[in-house]
């Protein structure tokens, strides 16, 4: 793989646009040795024009192609096989070449707060077919730091588990979900751990994250939080300035808006994301539609990056109408944790009707009136829809059991003694 580009590679847009440029012609020519993109793309040529000729590659001819009508290599050169979560239907397929993740962990590791060899780094996402586990180790490992492979799908690992070796171990960074990290004071609030002195960041990923909620868990915890955006099929496309702004990896992808109005595509402005990423050998992109709510902008930022800035408000389906109003749980995270830090509340769900919006929330401190009336009031404000906020005590939504129970976890067993119950033979708890 061509030597990969560094951030100050480059001293402004113009250079930036010139690089990407620079790569187009062998992006073109790479994506054309995949069954999907053999017949889209013009034998000559091959530049930006090109490109721009091009409509967006969707999930959906991701998984109309599946398994390997994106794949532009044999898998002889293939390193690892990946599918997405789901979230917003079936999985889409990710193909990587070991080149393919000399630059997805390069990327991961562009960090304001760097992982270092003195590290030891809690990866808590999933592991298996999803990327997300394997990127932050595959970084972590690159920086030379210790990794503890926390995964977040294996009853191996439970919350009690998670904030023993959090505690014990003097972890100093972590990698998880937002919500992860407020499940983890919980757990850590029932096991009796105060302090975790060691912890210096915690990064995170995987859902959209408000103003307001990123600063209720850096009240709770103490250090600062380091926020990631990307995906499966891509890897990470941004991260955090020390001015606390996402910026774009331009210099390793295109990137562009797509309105999804119009269908018109836009270099900045609100939409939905669409990326070609330009180091990619075994499943290239042109133009795939993350169909990411954002907004992108190139409004110069005091960091001095030099990259656009971006804001991600989350899937763009996500969205549902109460009374003629939009919910969507960006807005609405933002509503519930601008309530007063006092009221203890981390812990909330909301389901929509035509008519009206019930939401509840944990309120541990006890103060259930004063927070259902301040919840109410600030919806009704933002919204103007009606809206039937409960409160409710500590464990109804995320029960106690689940912060503090260790899971039984047995490798199959067809021998059992007297005193011992068999019906757990080749079961998994």
């Not at 030597?3 to 440029?21: M, N, R, S, T």
């Not at 103060?367 to 829809?385: K, M, P, Q, W």
């Not at 409160?391 to 047995?410: I, K, M, Q």
Request: glycine share 8%; charged share 25%; with cysteine.
């Amino acid at each position: 793989m061509t030597d990969l580009p560094q951030i100050g590679d480059w001293k402004g847009y113009v250079e930036l646009a010139a690089l990407q440029d620079e790569r187009l012609s062998h992006v073109l020519e790479r994506a054309a040795a995949s069954p999907f993109y053999a017949d889209r793309i013009p034998t000559v040529g091959r530049t930006r024009a090109d490109l721009n000729a091009l409509a967006c590659t969707t999930k959906r001819d991701l998984r109309d192609s599946y398994p390997f009508g994106m794949l532009a290599c044999g898998m002889d050169r293939v390193a690892t096989y990946h599918e997405s979560s789901g979230t917003a239907g079936q999985p889409t397929p990710s193909f990587y070449t070991e080149a393919d993740w000399t630059d997805l962990a390069e990327r991961y590791a562009r960090k304001r707060i760097p992982i270092t060899p003195d590290d030891t780094f809690l990866v808590r996402t999933p592991y298996a077919l999803m990327i997300t586990g394997h990127l932050a180790q595959a970084a972590a490992r690159l920086q030379g730091a210790a990794v503890v492979p926390g995964d977040n799908r294996s009853l191996a690992m439970p919350y009690s588990r998670v904030v023993r070796v959090l505690h014990d171990l003097g972890v100093t960074l972590t990698w998880s979900m937002p919500t992860e990290t407020l499940l983890w004071a919980a757990a850590a609030r029932e096991a009796g751990y105060r302090e975790f002195p060691a912890l210096r960041a915690l990064f995170v990923g995987g859902e959209p994250l408000s103003l307001p909620r990123r600063r209720r868990i850096e009240e709770i915890w103490g250090v600062p939080v380091v926020e990631e955006y990307g995906s499966t099929e891509t890897g990470s496309l941004a991260g955090e300035c020390d001015q606390g702004h996402l910026h774009l990896w331009a210099d390793r992808a295109i990137f562009e808006v797509r309105d999804p109005a119009s269908a018109e595509i836009m270099p900045e402005g609100r939409g939905q994301l669409v990326v070609t990423p330009l180091y990619r050998e075994a499943m290239p992109l042109l133009r795939y539609n993350l169909e990411d709510d954002v907004e992108v902008s190139y409004a110069p930022c005091d960091c001095g990056w030099g990259l656009p800035r971006i804001r991600v408000f989350g899937r763009a389906a996500f969205g549902y109408p109460v009374q003629g109003a939009r919910i969507t749980q960006y807005r609405l995270e933002e509503l519930v944790f601008g309530l007063p830090a006092d009221l203890e509340v981390m812990f909330w769900r909301a389901k929509t009707s035509p008519d009206v919006l019930r939401v509840q929330i944990e309120v541990p401190c006890g103060r259930h009136d004063e927070a259902r009336n301040a919840l109410t009031s600030a919806i009704h404000e933002a919204y103007g829809v009606y809206c039937e906020v409960t409160a409710l005590p500590a464990g109804s939504l995320v029960p106690r059991a689940t912060l503090t129970a260790v899971h039984d976890v047995v490798k199959p067993r067809s021998l059992f003694g007297a005193d011992e119950e068999w019906d757990k033979a080749l079961l998994y708890h």
